[in-house]
């Protein structure tokens, strides 16, 4: 059951047989597009333009998301938005609203971020502010915090993606396209757009700017790239009318692919031999037929040139960094991330990395990194560790583990405090070790319990993921995972648990009888990303979710964080220097 990286004749971007420069330099503009929290740039834009840029092009990267929430928090934006608001509403005072997004931006931005009444006094006003800018939308609901801004259509549908694009009352896209990004384009005239789309929840944003360009700029070449692009990939051919309103479409690892595209647009080359490529032409929508994985030594470190690295929602810098590609390990039965990829597991070696962070940290000013790898792989995690302390990088950092046996040894710990960790996102998934038998993690609640242990020993914040209704997880089994939880809560500082969801590329599904697994693909629901399943034992869909609704009404209080963006808990590790902040908890500091 590994991971099938067959997914087409590969090519290797070194020997492939066109030129890895442009012939004539073209401008590009990638744009990042809304919603995500703004806490750090996303790393598929400065990685992308590192290679454009090293191969000779020009690029501008706009965090279109970024921008968006800058402006809704600031008085430009709020009162233009706010002229829509239908009359009725209109009793608040804008002015003192105007004000207090302003103020909130400040503190966020300031040192007054690690007074934690100020910062949830800031969280607040962005509700507040959202709320009314809801009002304006209606009934489309923009939020944030959390991230759950929703236009009233179904994302798993096409033909309602297409109707919410044109609905001019709902579509706050729209609006954003118009102040924000149809300057800029009209700036720079670039020859070629990219949209980096992540989570399906970006569809709305991406292809309202996709429709906005191609009505407005329609000698642009528009090309959507990304996870979500990669996993609609069978389905988009058949969305003609979404296709329609861009040109290309890129698949899994984009450098190469982009790269060839940018040099083939304006001649006559013939876009199937370009690879990971969904290209038209006269005869219809095709798929190359070819691909390329990157060759990750020879890559260069991402550039965030261009960016306003000053305007996240942080006081201190974040910025991210890859050492590797692919997860080491790729055995879990219900993850599907190997799916982005066309090859295994690659990894820069360790003098590059560390050469590359520092170059970043020094470039940048920044002392915080967040590494958003799949799963660090363990002896890099040791090696990364040691290299930090010997060339005293001084830095601090976050990333996301696996419970591996090889790290338990407390010098592993030791060195991980001393270079600068701070906190893990670590997969747990279930405190029973038949679930995670049947999962294929390969770890044990000893390793896991040990591990925990000591990370928190050594001043790391544990942020534990885990979910309820793994195909054959009984009642007894999310018990036992809610009891040790509980049992080892001294050492779990936060939580994020939902359930089970059959992916369209998980393992499960692929293998779905052996799970006892019977699913159910509705053909109008063209842009499903996961689908409704029934179980023959243990656990439904229903029974998952009710057992988490019990959990977090029950769970140990002191996992209630006042402030609940990862981020933020990252920085207020790093800045007190400790994993021990009671000022965090919401419910065990009000008792
Ligand atoms: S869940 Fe994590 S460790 Fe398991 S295969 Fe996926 S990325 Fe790798």
């Known amino acids: 059951m590994a991971i099938d990286y067959t997914k087409g004749k590969k090519v290797q971007p070194q020997k492939y047989p066109y030129p890895q420069q442009a012939g004539q330099p073209k401008k590009v503009i990638l744009i990042f597009p809304p919603d995500w929290y703004p806490s750090e740039p996303y790393l598929s834009l400065p990685t992308l333009t590192a290679f454009l840029r090293k191969a000779g092009h020009c690029v501008i990267q706009k965090d279109m998301n970024l921008e968006m929430y800058d402006w809704f ?21 804008i002015t003192k609203l105007t004000e207090k997004a302003e103020s909130a931006k400040t503190i966020i931005r300031s040192q007054e971020f690690y007074n934690v009444d100020k910062l949830e006094w800031a969280m607040n006003v962005f509700r507040e502010v959202t709320d009314t800018i809801s009002l304006a939308y209606a009934p489309a609901r923009i939020c944030m915090p959390p991230m759950e801004t929703d236009l009233n259509y179904k994302l798993f549908m096409s033909s309602e993606i297409l109707k919410a694009v044109e609905d001019t009352q709902v579509n706050v896209y729209r609006d954003v396209f118009n102040h924000i990004l149809k300057p800029a384009i009209e700036a720079e005239e670039p020859d070629i757009i990219g949209i980096s789309i992540v989570l399906k929840q970006q569809l709305f944003s991406s292809i309202t700017f996709c429709a906005m360009i191609k009505e407005q700029f329609p000698g642009i070449h528009i090309t959507i790239g990304g996870n979500t692009v990669t996993r609609l990939r069978d389905v988009l051919p058949q969305a003609r009318n979404m296709f329609s309103l861009f040109d290309t479409a890129i698949m899994y690892e984009g450098e190469t692919a982009f790269l060839q595209l940018v040099n083939a647009i304006g001649t006559d080359r013939d876009f199937s031999t370009i690879p990971n490529l969904i290209f038209k032409d006269s005869t219809g929508i095709h798929i190359s037929t070819i691909t390329s994985a990157e060759d990750m030594p020879t890559l260069p470190p991402p550039d965030f040139d261009g960016l306003s690295l000053e305007k996240y929602f ?55 990194f967040h590494f958003p790898d799949e799963s660090y792989p363990p002896a890099l995690f040791k090696k990364l560790t040691r290299r930090l302390i010997k060339d005293d990088l001084q830095i601090a950092w976050s990333t996301h583990l696996r419970f591996e046996e090889s790290l338990l040894d407390d010098k592993v710990w030791e060195d991980a405090e001393k270079s600068g960790c701070k906190f893990l996102h670590m997969g747990f998934e279930s405190g029973s070790e038949r679930v995670l038998k049947l999962m294929g993690k390969a770890t044990t609640t000893e390793v896991i319990q040990r591990s925990l242990e000591a990370s928190s020993g050594h001043g790391v914040w544990n942020h534990v993921m885990g979910f309820f209704g793994f195909p054959g997880e009984t009642f007894e089994d999310a018990k036992i995972t809610v009891r040790f939880l509980e049992d080892n809560k001294e050492h779990v500082h936060s939580i994020g648990f939902g359930t089970f969801d059959l992916s369209k590329y998980s393992p499960v599904l692929k293998n779905a009888e052996r799970f006892g697994v019977t699913y159910n693909k509705n053909p109008e629901w063209d842009l499903a990303l996961d689908y409704y399943f029934t179980v023959k034992e243990g656990l439904g ?28 808990v990252f920085l207020y590790v790093a800045h007190y220097g400790t994993n021990k902040l009671p000022l965090l908890q919401f419910r065990v500091q009000q008792k």
């Open 73 to 93: 928090f600031s008085e430009e934006g709020l009162n233009l938005i706010l002229e829509r608001t239908p009359r009725k509403h209109t009793h608040f005072n």
């Open 541 to 568: 869909i229903e029974d998952a979710e009710r057992v988490l609704a019990e959990f977090e009404q029950s769970h140990y209080k002191g996992w209630d964080l006042r402030i609940y963006i990862r981020e933020y």
């Open 314 to 368: 942080v006081p201190d810098r974040i910025l991210p960094y890859l050492s590797t590609r692919g997860c080491y390990w790729g055995r879990c039965k219900f993850c599907d991330h190997g799916e982005g990829y066309t090859a295994g597991y690659r990894a820069k070696n360790i003098d590059q990395i560390i050469e590359e962070i520092q170059h970043l940290r020094d470039k940048y000013q920044v002392s915080h």
